[in-house]
């Protein structure tokens, strides 16, 4: 990883989503790519991202476990996450905002 980029977090459990991530930011950002909800919270404790994608649909924990999680342990009160969901539901959009997600 390079020192002088910002490292960022993308919690996606479908490797072509994850793929087209890639593709845009890998350039100008360190990625650390997560399957699952767990390993999401685990590669955030090694790498502490400075920004956080997460999929709201994964499997072992969700991205609102993850995110309730991280608030509970006070990790992300400076990190931006964006939640992210192939769903088009106004009340993913509400809940998220609702648990501090950008």
């Given at each position: 990883?390079?020192?002088?980029?910002?490292?960022?977090?993308?919690?996606?459990?479908?490797?072509?989503?994850?793929?087209?991530?890639?593709?845009?930011?890998?350039?100008?950002?360190?990625?650390v790519h997560a399957w699952d909800g767990k390993e999401a919270v685990?590669?955030?404790?090694?790498?502490?991202?400075?920004?956080?994608?997460?999929?709201?649909?994964?499997?072992?924990?969700?991205?609102?476990?993850?995110?309730?999680?991280?608030?509970?342990?006070?990790?992300?009160?400076?990190?931006?996450?964006?939640?992210?969901?192939?769903?088009?539901?106004?009340?993913?959009?509400?809940?998220?905002?609702?648990?501090?997600?950008?």
């Amino acid at each position: 990883m390079q020192k002088d980029k910002l490292t960022i977090l993308i919690a996606e459990d479908n490797e072509s989503n994850y793929r087209l991530f890639q593709s845009i930011l890998k350039r100008e950002y360190n990625l650390v790519h997560a399957w699952d909800g767990k390993e999401a919270v685990n590669l955030y404790k090694l790498h502490t991202p400075q920004i956080i994608l997460m999929d709201i649909n994964m499997p072992v924990m969700d991205g609102f476990e993850v995110l309730a999680l991280m608030n509970r342990n006070h990790w992300i009160e400076d990190t931006p996450v964006i939640m992210i969901s192939s769903e088009d539901g106004a009340a993913y959009v509400r809940r998220a905002y609702e648990m501090g997600a950008s």
